[in-house]
Protein backbone atom coordinates (compact mmCIF):
# COMPACT_ATOMS: atom_id res chain seq x y z
CA UNK A 1 0.00 0.00 0.00
CA UNK A 2 1.44 3.11 -0.82
CA UNK A 3 0.18 6.67 0.43
CA UNK A 4 1.13 10.15 -1.29
CA UNK A 5 0.95 13.53 -0.30
CA UNK A 6 0.85 16.20 -2.45
CA UNK A 7 2.28 19.76 -1.20
CA UNK A 8 3.19 22.94 -2.92
CA UNK A 9 0.71 24.43 -4.56
CA UNK A 10 -1.32 27.62 -4.12
CA UNK A 11 -1.62 30.95 -5.71
CA UNK A 12 0.96 32.99 -8.11
CA UNK A 13 0.62 35.36 -10.54
CA UNK A 14 1.10 34.78 -13.91
CA UNK A 15 4.92 34.53 -15.36
CA UNK A 16 5.41 32.93 -11.87
CA UNK A 17 6.60 29.52 -10.63
CA UNK A 18 6.26 27.37 -8.01
CA UNK A 19 7.27 23.65 -7.03
CA UNK A 20 5.15 21.10 -5.97
CA UNK A 21 6.55 17.64 -4.22
CA UNK A 22 4.52 14.69 -3.28
CA UNK A 23 5.97 12.17 -0.64
CA UNK A 24 5.23 8.32 -0.79
CA UNK A 25 4.74 6.43 1.90
CA UNK A 26 6.05 2.41 2.18
CA UNK A 27 8.81 0.93 0.81
CA UNK A 28 10.06 0.82 -2.68
CA UNK A 29 9.59 3.81 -4.20
CA UNK A 30 12.06 3.93 -6.33
CA UNK A 31 10.42 0.84 -8.35
CA UNK A 32 7.43 2.90 -9.33
CA UNK A 33 7.12 4.65 -12.22
CA UNK A 34 5.84 8.30 -10.86
CA UNK A 35 4.10 11.48 -12.48
CA UNK A 36 1.82 14.12 -12.21
CA UNK A 37 -1.54 15.19 -13.40
CA UNK A 38 -4.00 18.00 -13.62
CA UNK A 39 -7.52 18.64 -13.76
CA UNK A 40 -8.84 21.83 -14.36
CA UNK A 41 -12.91 22.90 -13.82
CA UNK A 42 -15.21 21.13 -15.93
CA UNK A 43 -12.22 18.83 -17.52
CA UNK A 44 -10.98 15.41 -17.60
CA UNK A 45 -8.07 15.02 -16.00
CA UNK A 46 -4.84 15.07 -18.00
CA UNK A 47 -1.32 14.41 -17.67
CA UNK A 48 1.46 16.59 -17.01
CA UNK A 49 4.73 14.76 -16.44
CA UNK A 50 5.77 11.31 -15.75
CA UNK A 51 9.37 10.21 -14.15
CA UNK A 52 10.18 6.21 -15.06
CA UNK A 53 11.82 4.10 -12.10
CA UNK A 54 15.12 4.33 -13.85
CA UNK A 55 14.43 8.62 -14.58
CA UNK A 56 13.30 8.44 -18.09
CA UNK A 57 11.12 11.96 -18.32
CA UNK A 58 8.06 12.43 -20.65
CA UNK A 59 6.26 15.41 -20.87
CA UNK A 60 2.65 16.83 -21.87
CA UNK A 61 3.21 18.45 -25.51
CA UNK A 62 1.37 21.95 -24.18
CA UNK A 63 3.96 22.45 -21.71
CA UNK A 64 6.60 23.80 -23.98
CA UNK A 65 9.31 22.63 -21.78
CA UNK A 66 8.23 25.34 -18.57
CA UNK A 67 7.88 22.28 -15.95
CA UNK A 68 10.49 19.98 -14.92
CA UNK A 69 9.54 16.70 -13.15
CA UNK A 70 12.04 14.93 -10.95
CA UNK A 71 12.55 12.71 -8.21
CA UNK A 72 14.59 11.76 -4.92
CA UNK A 73 14.52 8.43 -4.29
CA UNK A 74 16.25 8.81 -0.72
CA UNK A 75 13.14 10.66 0.24
CA UNK A 76 10.50 8.79 -1.57
CA UNK A 77 9.48 12.62 -3.37
CA UNK A 78 8.95 13.57 -6.82
CA UNK A 79 9.08 16.47 -7.41
CA UNK A 80 7.28 19.25 -10.79
CA UNK A 81 8.97 22.46 -10.94
CA UNK A 82 7.00 24.78 -12.91
CA UNK A 83 7.63 28.24 -14.95
CA UNK A 84 6.24 30.64 -16.36
CA UNK A 85 2.83 29.71 -14.94
CA UNK A 86 -0.39 31.16 -16.63
CA UNK A 87 -4.11 30.83 -15.96
CA UNK A 88 -4.49 28.15 -18.26
CA UNK A 89 -2.25 25.96 -15.85
CA UNK A 90 -4.76 26.17 -12.92
CA UNK A 91 -6.09 23.09 -12.15
CA UNK A 92 -5.99 20.65 -9.19
CA UNK A 93 -2.76 18.70 -9.37
CA UNK A 94 -2.44 15.57 -8.57
CA UNK A 95 0.08 12.39 -7.78
CA UNK A 96 0.54 9.30 -9.17
CA UNK A 97 2.35 5.99 -8.54
CA UNK A 98 2.12 2.79 -10.63
CA UNK A 99 4.12 -0.19 -10.26
CA UNK A 100 1.92 -3.06 -10.49
CA UNK A 101 -1.17 -1.09 -8.84
CA UNK A 102 -1.85 2.67 -9.58
CA UNK A 103 -2.41 5.29 -6.53
CA UNK A 104 -3.47 8.54 -6.20
CA UNK A 105 -2.71 11.21 -3.78
CA UNK A 106 -5.53 13.93 -3.00
CA UNK A 107 -4.39 16.52 -5.19
CA UNK A 108 -2.99 20.16 -4.42
CA UNK A 109 -4.58 23.45 -5.92
CA UNK A 110 -2.79 25.83 -8.37
CA UNK A 111 -4.55 28.53 -9.05
CA UNK A 112 -2.40 31.02 -11.51
CA UNK A 113 -4.19 34.70 -11.41
CA UNK A 114 -3.60 37.26 -14.86
Known amino acids: QVQLVESGGGLVQAGGSLKLSCVASGSGFSNYAMGWYRQAPGKVRELVASISSGGITNYADFLKGRFTISRDNAKNTVYLQMNSLTPEDTAVYYC????????WGQGTQVTVSS
Open 96 to 103: KANRVRTY
